[in-house]
């Protein structure tokens, strides 16, 4: 026993080193991949355009103020691709919201205002969703046209021309005020992502989003309603991208079919670099906020750099070649 004692003990050490190794070995990076990324990022532009304000307090609060809206809708984009789905009409949605809000508002007062808002959510997410789950159109399809629609609407309704809002106190609550130091937009993100970070991982509606996106067959055995959730998501999805028209309309104080233009390609940016799978099944709330300051800062720090408009876009274009080349399945 002595001797079994004895020459177990040296063996330790080495064994213990070997299970280090093991777990180093299976240590999934791309998990964490995104948080290192925004890391290096701010790193890079902080030492690169330090001298030109890019860590000055306005402009690090700029960045999380253009990165708020965008973070809203892709709270809701996380959802539709963690079921397998995808919604192309969230920036058309958001601009069509901003429009009806403004029109509302200036005839009816606030609270028309609101409900005008929300009602284009709640009408083209019920179009979207039961396109979808009951006749069984492929999302790609429905909501690429809904963009068109959404669009045209908009432009249609105002003549192409600006919808001024005129009420501070709709302005302060959705995207101008402030509640002490901390823009309300940034707290309206905040919202967002903690409700929907939280649903997604702790409720039973959550559990079945990635249910029905990992595997729909299997999610139909267990008894779980996949028509159903996937009805709910796309709702879910274009509600919130009017709740962030509202924002766009509250901070800009007007309404415009432009508002929300490409913010579906950002969203979807967002959500994959967050790490959410691509082919559904897994999604990460907290993760899509990461990935929308990660574009953020690019997007914020290109402009200091003295980049255009077009080369902006080609940088975004570049993210989401990245994104989906990142992405794998579950």
Request: glycine share 14%; proline share 2%.
């Amino acid at each position: 026993m002595t001797q079994s004692a004895t020459t177990g003990a040296p063996g330790a050490p080495g064994q213990n080193a070997v299970a280090r190794r093991g777990r180093l070995a299976t240590l999934d990076w791309r998990r964490y991949i995104i948080y290192i990324g925004v890391v290096v990022v701010f790193l890079f532009f902080a030492v690169l355009l330090g001298d030109q304000g890019f860590l000055s307090k306005n402009n690090l609060l700029n960045i999380f103020r253009q990165t708020a809206t965008i973070t809203v809708i892709a709270v809701g984009m996380t959802y539709v691709i963690a079921c397998a789905e995808i919604d192309l009409s969230v920036g058309s949605v958001a601009g069509l919201s901003s429009v009806c809000t403004a029109m509302a508002l200036s005839r009816y007062g606030i609270a028309a205002g609101i409900l005008a808002g929300l009602a284009v959510g709640l009408v083209i997410g019920s179009i979207n969703g039961g396109l979808v789950s009951m006749l069984g159109i492929p999302s790609f399809l429905v909501t690429l046209g809904m963009l068109g629609i959404a669009a045209g609407i908009a432009q249609w309704i105002t003549n192409s021309a600006p919808q001024p809002i005129l009420n501070d106190t709709f302005n302060s609550i959705f995207g101008s005020g402030n509640i002490g130091p901390v823009p309300i937009l940034i707290i309206w993100m905040g919202i967002f992502v903690a409700i929907g970070a939280v649903i997604l991982a702790k409720t039973r509606f959550g559990r079945q989003v990635l249910a029905t996106g990992g595997n729909r067959t299997a999610a139909d055995f267990t008894g779980v309603n996949t028509k159903r959730i996937k009805f709910q998501v796309l709702l879910l999805c274009s509600v919130v991208a009017s709740v962030a028209g509202m924002l766009y309309a509250g901070r800009l104080q007007s309404g415009r079919f432009q508002w929300g233009a490409g913010d579906e390609l950002s969203a979807i940016a967002a959500v994959i670099l967050g790490g959410t799978s691509l082919f559904g099944g897994a999604g990460s709330v907290v993760g899509t906020l990461m990935g929308a300051l990660l574009i953020g800062l690019i997007n914020n720090g290109l402009i200091l750099a003295g980049l255009d408009t077009s080369q902006q876009q080609i940088i975004r274009g570049l993210i989401i070649i990245l994104a989906v080349a990142m992405a794998r399945r579950k």
